[in-house]
């Protein structure tokens, strides 16, 4: 079974930066689309960041110019910078990988849902206090 492990979540205030990992067990790198969720109880999944096979990325307008998604191939490990933290983005956040539909990184990144990604991590938690 393939298991996706994030690390790297923590309290931070706000305007702090936190770098979260995502250690791939071989289904980051080369994978069609892989990327970053985050969930707040009593809302949906929504994906803040994604990155197809040929290196294009794609943020959520909330997060743009503060967040930078990144794969390793050495060490098939996906990352998601997060500078610039406000409170709003205090979440679970979750890295998950779809390793061939090609047509997911392609959809608008606010209509992507959890059934569209084949792999998911367990989750790490972000807090960022006001």
């Known amino acids: 079974q393939v298991q996706l492990v994030e690390s790297g979540g923590g309290s931070v205030q706000s305007g702090g930066s936190l770098r979260l990992s995502c250690a791939g067990a071989g289904y980051i790198y080369r994978s069609a689309c892989v990327g970053w969720f985050r969930q707040v109880p009593g809302k949906e999944r929504e994906a803040v960041a994604v990155v197809d096979s040929d290196g294009r990325t794609t943020y959520a307008d909330s997060v743009k110019g503060r967040f930078t998604i990144s794969q390793v191939s050495a060490n098939d490990t996906l990352y998601l910078q997060m500078n610039s933290l406000k409170p709003e983005d205090t979440a679970m956040y979750y890295c998950?990988?779809?390793?061939?539909?090609?047509?997911?990184?392609?959809?608008?990144?606010?209509?992507?849902?959890?059934?569209?990604?084949?792999?998911w991590g367990q989750g790490t938690q972000v807090a960022v206090s006001s």
């Open positions: 998950a990988t779809e390793p061939i539909n090609l047509g997911v990184c392609m959809t608008p990144i606010q209509a992507l849902v959890r059934d569209d990604f084949h792999y």
